[in-house]
């Protein structure tokens, strides 16, 4: 979660994403208001001389994700400013690492998440 991190986290986070973002390797970002997050962009490598680009989906152009904007909550991405949350893949190796540690399979995780959201009716 982005929204809830103070101006140190929130340039942490921005710095994270340039260190993951890479060609094809996108990311997600949700941007909202202060209350809830409304719309999703793809954070994409820079084509140019700035840092980080954005697909916005409701222009249909690429626009700059410039680090300013985004630690100071003005991103001005279809009318939000505020980031709320970054969603990376993480490496293959990682996450396999992980569910080994754990004892369990990539279709024991799909099972238990579908357990889980049928569940909770979601």
């Avoid at 152009?61 to 003005?74: I, N």
């Avoid at 009318?79 to 004892?103: C, I, M």
């Amino acid at each position: 979660w982005v929204r809830q991190r103070s101006t140190v986290g929130r340039q942490q986070v921005y710095a994270a994403l340039r260190r993951r973002v890479g060609v094809g390797r996108p990311a997600l970002l949700y941007v909202g208001n202060a209350s809830l997050p409304r719309h999703m962009v793809l954070v994409m490598p820079a084509t140019g001389r700035q840092e980080l680009d954005v697909y916005e989906p409701s222009a249909g152009r690429v626009v700059d994700l410039r680090e300013q904007a985004f630690v100071e909550r003005r991103l001005a991405l279809a009318g939000w400013d505020v980031p709320w949350a970054v969603v990376w893949s993480g490496s293959k190796e990682r996450q396999r690492a992980a569910l080994t540690e754990k004892g369990q399979c990539d279709s024991c995780v799909v099972r238990n998440l579908s357990f889980a959201r049928s569940k909770n009716n979601v």
